[in-house]
């Protein structure tokens, strides 16, 4: 059994075109956020209660509203909501690729993180528009991954990040095993004075590529290629330790 | 000018101790979130306007309460709010231990992380213990790492992910500079129902401490010495990018 989940909240068409594209091969079963929760990185709720409810669609069952994060979903689903131990989750299809720097802010990552903790192999695949509602090639390409895993030994302690580029699917130039670029949103204030005269703020930026990202996740979408970088949650920067040891900061 | 912050709110005893220790030896700023982000991971605010609030303490200023969580705050004083670009962030003094697989929830380094995406040596300091209010050792060594580091070449690209025991400060037993552990809290959901009748759960777990742990972050704060971990914002798994490409996924 197949867990899907996301970050753009259990109604989103994304969502909703990995479920039809996987149950062709697989049985499987949705928890997700009940709201959109995109930039909430691994975020998880431990000061509200969480709630559970179950939404039908078509006439039928569909799957598990949850109103808390993406790594909340994956976390309640294996404690709390399914009887069997999914043998696999998958996180998305999101809208908008997850890639570059911009991974650390990802609901759609962090959901796919969640069932690497928790033993379980697990990928997270994005579509590189914010505006394409065709997700048919990203749907294609999660059900020829997923027969693919089942078939191999799938790495301890690492998800997969895969990114879809927004083309048709005979556009797609292949798929590139890369590593995260280092191209990031450069966020930008944009200050406003409410009806009661008070200053906020919104939020907001652009994607900025750097020119070391040759090779890397941003680099293949750019070329029309499918991205996979296998990610893990192992953040030491071993390469750094020599030099911090030769600090004076002995207690 | 070293920017603060912290993910427990700007009220928070661990901030403010940080704050004392620190102005002793160099101009401070204080950027934090107006109420408790504990859990937040790498959120950012994208869909709700910022606010941000000038705190007083003792009849003077204080600093700076944003409504958003501790990544939105160092990115918020360095795009709107500071006229200067500090040249240091410290985040904390954390309620509580930011160590094993735990780090990837934590807003206090998420701040930290912010500042090394923006170009500042960054540091996050956490102190082992939810119940301690004693925040003085570990306001020292950070006080011992500003001036250190003022002499050094910080790494590029790179935080440090500082925690102190929860002892007082002549019985440390040694600063270790350690990676990152395994070791994590196991979650459980504890269901209930509300008045009406409605079911919720709270999300709560205790720490488990894996065995393969020796050496590591959780390691160093069990036998009473301050661990700092050099952490990098690159998830990438070198290590399982060939297995991946020996994959028949070819688009």
Redo the contacts between chains.
Sequence with gaps: MILLTNDDGIRAPGLRALYESIKEVDEVCVVAPET?M??????????D????KEIMKNGGFFGYAVSGTP??CV??AL??ILRKKPDMVLSGINQGANVG?N???SGTV?AA?EGT?LGIPSIAISLDSFVDTDFSAAAA?AK??VS?IRK?AF?K??L?NVNVPSVPADQ????E?V??GKS?VV???D??VDPRQ??????AGEMVIMEEDEGTDCWALRHK??S???????????G??????G?????
Tied chains: 1, 2.
């Design positions: 959109e995109s930039a909430v990185g691994h975020a998880i709720t431990l000061s209660p969480l709630r559970v790594a909340d976390k309640i404690k709390a720097t991974v650390i802010y962090s993180t903790i390409f020829r991954l693919q191999r790495p302690g690492t997969l797609i130039q292949g798929v095993i590593p995260q990031r966020e930008t204030f200050k406003r008070h200053t906020y703020y919104w939020q290629k499918i996979i970088t296998p990610i893990h949650f192992d953040l030491t920067d071993y750094n330790m020599d030099l911090i040891r600090w004076e900061i002995g207690a």
